[in-house]
């Protein structure tokens, strides 16, 4: 595709021409023109497009679009969809003023959009006012700014003096005192537009997730000018329950329209699809009956299925959009960390106390990852406040580690916990990893490892509402500017303590169709076999005994987090 500069008129004119009457047209000449790169086009794509124009003429008022990660759903939705609306309002104007009418078809618009990240809404009304103040865009359909006329926060005038304005919020910032829309009930005049109201962290707050639904009804839907001013919903599916749920629930006064684009389609989601989709869809995949990935360019079929096998739920809630209960049942500790948000024991942070010792609980990887958790204690509390994983690497490259951490945190060590296999002899040197932190001055404690993986589970389930979490904490690379990964280290950063948590599971049996009862061995194994090290070693303590043990380590025997 040609650059701005070198195209002709009568190319411009083709350009303006099939921009008013196409939305994928227009969106991906603006992608060319404004942002420099092609986008790279899918059938979905026309799909979303589609549906969306239906809302500008009218067709829909409610529509709630669910798509999966990475589908340009965003730049679709929030971004290009509201600066093809304006310029439709001045195509159809000028047409009508044409043709002589009287009465012209293109009205003010007025935007609201709302989204849980404040920054994220924010940078999408700026995206959108970048577009009608390029180069492209006012060549064809030229906007003067109005007041007021901010990044986030702006208003534009156009050639028939309609006003265009967009104030972009968070869902918990100032959304009193703005409106979607005008009273003008025959024309379209704007929208209110949520994209994602929940983030992909909420998954295990029922507390939250219901918060964020009341707010649609209670906050949202009273900022509409008139009823029919359209609501539109994006919504990147997390769990059960969620806003898609809700609104498509008895608990709101209107129904919506739902489009669904998964990662895979099968037969009875192509079936589903209007004719026209469908026909595009199939050419697009070479679509025969057996599932096909929806953008195989994108997101192979091979590399989903993987995702499937590893995580149940996240493939069947964020990718294809439809949270599955069952999945759920695999995750080892899902009660036990929906308890520990709802109870407020997820921070994003714990604030390290050089007071309190901190005790390390390791676990041994052979061919996989060492992992070590770091605790401190304050009564009845065990704040897991560090965690570090890695492989290939000689005993002594994770004692150096703690030492860093203890000298960056100020911290002194209490007691090392870790597994019998770490007194078995090397062969070529004839010491254990058990020697070599005795020589480097960091003796550690062995724990009995119960023949049946189960015990060790239960064991810290027991201990686990005794359990404060520190996301920040958790992640690999706390010590920062620490060199101790190799170039070749692979695992993502997101990867750290907390994710293990959430992520350890069951193996499923797709044959018969149930969870084994053993965890399924993959990334998150090794951490949290560190963590139920945990609860082996307080397994058998008693209330006396522990309260002694405080009483030397310099801590209280009692209180919560909030008396520190």
Not at 32 to 49: A, D, I, K, S, T
Not at 97 to 115: F, I, M, N, Q
Not at 125 to 136: G, K, Q
Not at 385 to 402: A, P, S, T
Request: charged residues 30%.
């Amino acid at each position: 595709m040609k650059r701005w500069e070198e195209l002709t008129a009568s190319e411009r004119m083709a350009i303006q021409i099939a921009c008013e009457e196409s939305f994928p047209a227009f969106m991906r000449f603006a992608f060319w023109f404004v942002q420099g790169q092609e986008l790279v086009w899918n059938w979905h794509h026309e799909y979303v497009c589609d549906e969306l124009r239906k809302v500008y003429e009218g067709e829909t008022n409610r529509l709630i679009l669910n798509e999966a990660p990475g589908s340009t759903k965003t730049e679709t939705f929030s971004i290009h969809f509201p600066a093809w609306c304006i310029l439709r309002s001045i195509a159809d104007n000028r047409s009508a003023k044409h043709r002589g009418e009287t009465e012209l078809p293109g009205a003010s618009t007025r935007w609201l959009p709302v989204s849980y990240s404040d920054e994220l809404v924010k940078e999408n009304t700026e995206r959108v006012r970048s577009i009608i103040e390029s180069e492209f865009y006012q060549a064809f359909w030229p906007v003067r700014p109005g007041k007021p006329y901010q990044m986030h926060n702006w208003r534009v005038h156009d050639e028939f003096d309609n006003q265009h304005v967009m104030y972009g919020t968070s869902l918990n910032g100032q959304v009193m005192g703005r409106r979607a829309g005008y009273m003008d009930a025959k024309r379209f005049t704007g929208a209110l537009l949520i994209d994602d109201p929940l983030p992909t962290k909420d998954d295990g707050s029922f507390l939250r997730v219901d918060k964020a639904n009341k707010q649609l009804n209670r906050i949202l839907r009273s900022r509409l000018a008139r009823n029919d001013v359209p609501i539109l919903m994006m919504q990147q599916r997390i769990t059960k329950g969620d806003s898609t749920d809700y609104l498509l629930g008895p608990k709101t006064p209107d129904k919506y329209r739902r489009v669904k684009v998964p990662a895979v389609c099968d037969r009875e989601y192509v079936d589903s699809l209007p004719e026209r989709t469908r026909e595009r869809m199939v050419k697009a995949t070479g679509f025969t009956g057996e599932p096909v990935s929806y953008w195989e360019w994108k997101e192979p079929l091979a590399s989903l299925l993987s995702m499937k096998k590893a995580d149940a739920y996240l493939y069947s809630s964020q990718y294809q959009q439809e949270p599955d209960e069952a999945a759920l049942e695999g995750l080892i500790w899902r009660k036990e960390i929906a308890r520990m948000v709802e109870e407020g024991r997820v921070l994003d942070r714990i604030p390290i106390e050089p007071a309190l010792v901190v005790d390390t609980d390791w676990d041994l990887g052979m061919d996989d990852d060492m992992s070590i958790y770091l605790t401190q204690r304050r009564g009845l509390e065990i704040r897991l406040i560090g965690f570090y994983k890695n492989r290939d690497h000689g005993m002594e490259h994770y004692i150096n580690w703690l030492h860093d951490f203890r000298d960056k945190f100020g911290i002194r060590f209490g007691t090392h916990y870790g597994p019998h296999d770490l007194a078995v002899r090397e062969l070529m040197s004839g010491k254990s990893r058990l020697d070599t932190a005795k020589e480097m001055g960091l003796p550690i404690k062995l724990v009995d490892r119960p023949l049946l993986k189960r015990d060790s589970i239960y064991a810290t389930r027991a201990i686990f509402h005794r359990f404060w979490v520190g996301k920040e904490n958790l992640k690999t690379n706390v010590l920062a500017g620490y060199n101790g990964r190799d170039p070749d280290d692979t695992w993502p950063e997101d990867r750290g303590g907390w994710e293990a948590m959430k992520k350890y599971q069951r193996e499923y049996d797709p044959d018969k169709e149930i969870f084994k009862p053993e965890p399924l061995h993959n990334w998150a194994s090794h951490p949290n076999d560190a963590l139920q090290s945990i609860g082996l070693r307080l397994k058998d303590k008693d209330p006396k005994k522990q309260q002694d043990e405080r009483r030397a380590m310099g801590g209280s025997t009692g209180g919560t987090w909030g008396s520190t």
